[in-house]
C-alpha cells in the first residue's frame, strides 16, 4: 500500500510539472501555483494567477499546555485555558491527516493540514468521484445542515494532473484543535472530485486545509490561519508541526510544544512568501555536494503535504549514487536494506546550520522493500528547487511563523 501511494505520488508530480504553465516569472518574483506545481496530487487552476494547491496531513485534539515563542525564539509563556493542540494521525508514514469541524452544528471532516496550499475544501453532498461506500468513503458538508452557512457562490476549480477538482466557494463557521474558532471561513464545497484519482478514493482523508500564504490561494481567498490571527482566535501567529514516525503526530496552534524537541529553535528567514520557501547553503552525502551558483540559488518549500522529497532529477540521480541506491523499473530508486546502517547520512546546510537525515529515516520500508524516499523532479525557472516534506519534517520539529515570515527548526524528540 505504501509503495502504491509514492507511486501515485510521483506519477500524478510528473504530469503535474508538464501541465504547468510556460511563463516564467521574474527571480524576484512570488510565484504562482501553476509555475511552481511540481507537488503531489496537484497543479494550479489554469484560469486563475493566484491558484491553490495541494496535499496531505490530519488529528483530533488534546487539551495541553503550550509554550508560545516570537519569531527570534524568545518565549510568551504558556498559553492557558485553551485547546491549541491537534492530533495528526500517521498512516505508514505516508499521508498525516487530523480533523476539522464546519458549521453548527459542527460537521466533522479529516483533513491534511498542508503547508504547501492555501485553501480550505471539503466534499460536498452529492459529491461525484468521492468515495464510495466500500472504501474510501468521504464525510460531506452539508450546508442546508448548517446554521452558520453563508452562500458565496464563486467558482472554485483546481487542474489536476488527472483533470479537474471542481466546485463553488461558500462561508461557515470551522473550528480546529477543539475549540478554536474562525467565523465566516470562505472555503470550497468540491462538486467532483475526479482529477484527484485513486489518491483520493483510497486516501484516508476527506478534503485539504492549506496553511500556506494568500498570495497562492484560489481567488486570493484570505486562508484560515490568516482568518484565526485576524480574529484573534489565536494567541500568536504561530502554528508548529511534530509528526510521527509511524506513530500519532501533533499540530498546534497558537504557539509550540517545547516538550516535543531536543535544545533550541533555530528561526530561518523565509525568501518567499508563498509557499513556506527558504534558501539552502548545500545538500551533501558521501563524495555527492550540490551548492548553489549565482545564476542557480537552492531554494527549497518546507512541505507538510508532500511525503517525500523532491528534488532536480539530475540531482537526486547523483544523491540516488552517493548514497548506493540503484534504480528500478519504476523510475524510483531502492537500496539493499541490510546496509542501511552503513550508508552515508544525507545534510541539508540551512542558514549556516546543518540538518541531518540519516540513511534509515531516508527510506520507506515496505514487505522487505527499502524505497529510497527522494524523487527527482526539474521545475520550471524561478520555481524551488527541492521540496523538504515529511520525511524532513519526521526529523525536525518546525515551527511556523506567518508574521514574521520565519520557520524555525529543532531536533524532534523520538
Known amino acids: ?18 501541465a504547468a504553465k510556460e511563463e516564467v516569472p521574474p527571480a524576484n518574483i ?3 501555483a501553476t509555475s511552481a506545481t511540481a507537488r503531489n496530487l496537484r497543479v494550479g487552476d489554469g484560469n486563475d494567477e493566484n491558484n491553490g494547491s495541494m496535499g496531505i496531513s490530519m488529528g483530533t485534539h488534546e487539551s495541553e499546555s503550550i509554550i508560545g515563542c516570537d519569531g527570534n525564539g524568545s518565549s510568551m509563556g504558556t ?10 494521525k500517521d498512516y505508514a508514514n505516508a499521508q498525516y491527516f487530523g480533523m476539522v469541524k464546519i458549521g453548527n452544528p459542527p460537521q466533522e471532516f479529516q483533513v491534511i493540514f498542508d503547508t504547501g496550499s492555501s485553501n480550505l475544501w471539503v466534499p460536498k453532498v452529492g459529491c461525484t468521484h468521492c468515495g464510495n461506500p466500500f472504501f474510501g468513503g468521504k464525510s460531506k458538508y452539508n450546508h442546508e445542515k448548517s446554521g452558520s452557512y453563508t452562500e458565496d457562490g464563486g467558482d472554485f476549480n483546481i487542474m489536476y494532473g488527472s483533470g479537474s477538482v471542481s466546485g463553488y466557494f461558500s462561508a461557515d463557521d470551522i473550528e480546529v484543535a477543539d475549540d478554536i474558532i474562525i467565523s465566516g471561513q470562505r472555503f470550497a464545497e468540491v462538486q467532483d472530485a475526479g482529477g ?3 489518491a483520493y478514493a483510497l486516501g484516508k482523508f476527506d478534503g485539504i486545509l492549506g496553511l500556506g500564504f494568500t498570495s497562492i490561494s484560489v481567488d486570493g481567498t484570505p486562508t484560515v490561519f490568516e482568518n484565526a490571527i485576524a480574529q484573534g482566535a489565536v494567541n500568536k501567529p504561530i502554528f508548529s508541526f511534530y509528526l510521527g514516525d509511524n506513530a500519532p503526530g501533533e499540530l498546534t496552534f497558537g504557539g509550540y510544544d517545547s516538550d516535543k524537541f531536543e535544545g ?44 517525500l522529497m523532491v528534488g532536480p532529477k539530475a540531482e537526486i540521480t547523483k544523491l540516488a549514487l552517493a548514497v548506493g541506491a540503484t534504480p528500478n523499473i519504476m523510475g524510483e530508486y531502492t537500496v539493499d536494506c541490510k546496509t542501511l546502517d552503513h550508508l552515508p547520512d544525507i545534510v541539508f546546510a540551512i542558514d549556516g546550520k546543518d540538518y541531518t537525515i540519516a540513511a534509515k529515516d531516508a527510506v520507506i520500508q515496505a514487505s522487505g522493500i527499502c524505497l529510497f524516499a527522494f524523487i527527482g523532479m526539474d521545475f520550471p525557472p524561478g520555481g524551488p528547487k527541492w521540496i523538504l516534506g515529511d520525511v524532513f519534517m519526521r526529523q525536525y520539529y518546525t515551527v511556523f511563523n506567518y508574521e514574521e515570515q520565519t520557520i ?6 523520538k
Open 30 to 32: 512570488q510565484i504562482d
Open 408 to 413: 524555525g527548526f529543532a531536533k524532534s524528540k
Open 196 to 198: 484527484l484519482g485513486l
Open 264 to 307: 533550541d529553535l533555530t528561526y530561518v528567514k523565509l525568501n518567499a512568501a508563498t509557499y513556506w520557501q527558504i534558501a539552502l547553503d548545500s545538500v551533501k552525502a558521501g563524495s555527492y555536494d550540490s551548492e548553489p551558483s549565482n545564476d542557480e540559488p537552492l531554494t527549497a518549500i518546507v512541505d507538510s503535504g508532500t511525503s
Open 1 to 18: 500500500m505504501v509503495l502504491a501511494h509514492v507511486k501515485r505520488e510521483r506519477d500524478a508530480l510528473l504530469v503535474a510539472l508538464s
Open 79 to 88: 498559553l492557558m485555558g485553551a485547546h491549541e493542540n491537534e492530533i495528526i
